[in-house]
């Protein structure tokens, strides 16, 4: 009996993880996947048991993923905020089959983390306070600001890697920009400093 052949299990969801940014995950099934790690299909078999615990496994790690990249980066909660969607719109334009794979189980993006997650109330309860404190709003105009750029930013990204709109990168990023500058203008900020907010 031939030695069985040791493929560590990061390897494979790595392998699954490329092979949905490239292809979708349509391609995803366990002949493609030894295909393209080079073995037969018994290391995945043994790592996972079955296809569908890989899938769970892979949507997890795919998210990981993700979340890696989406690091709020800014002087203030808004500007934090708005990188987190500047980057996911970025990941619309580079990882368009990444988005489509996440977004097929939308109530798991908001449960296990991910842009949706700012719809888990307690998750967000630090962040719609520093957005009250250093912006000048009560909770309520906080919660009701992130969630609208997070509902306009999904729909944004939804629009561009169905191919609903054409607009280039730098639109797209100015497009997230005013919604933002304007519903902090309806939440009671001054023009002048809502247009700046996210430039911090």
């Not at 080079?38 to 079955?50: A, D, K, M, V």
């Not at 105009?141 to 561009?160: D, H, P, S």
């Not at 609903?164 to 997230?176: G, K, N, W, Y």
Request: hydrophobic share 40%; with cysteine; net charge neutral.
């Amino acid at each position: 009996m031939p030695p069985k052949t040791q493929i560590p299990k990061e390897m494979i969801l790595k392998t699954g993880l490329d092979l949905v940014i490239r292809e979708g995950y349509e391609v995803i099934n366990i002949k493609r996947l030894a295909k393209e790690l080079g073995c037969s299909t018994q290391p995945i078999s043994w790592s996972f048991g079955n296809m569908e615990a890989f899938r769970e496994e892979l949507f997890q790690y795919a998210l990981n993923y993700m979340n890696s990249k989406m690091r709020p980066n800014g002087k203030n909660p808004a500007a934090a905020l708005f990188s987190v969607g500047e980057t996911y719109v970025n990941m619309a334009f580079d990882e368009p089959n990444l988005i489509r794979y996440l977004r097929t189980d939308s109530k798991g993006l908001v449960n296990l983390g991910g842009i949706g997650a700012v719809f888990n109330e307690e998750k967000n309860k630090s962040l719609r306070e520093a957005l009250c404190r250093v912006v000048g709003i009560s909770e309520e105009k906080a919660r009701e600001f992130m969630n609208t750029v997070v509902i306009y930013t999904q729909g944004l990204v939804t629009f561009i890697i169905d191919g609903t709109i054409t607009v280039s990168r730098e639109e797209a990023m100015r497009m997230l920009e005013n919604v933002g500058v304007m519903h902090m203008v309806y939440a009671g900020i001054p023009f002048e400093k809502a247009s700046v907010l996210f430039k911090e």
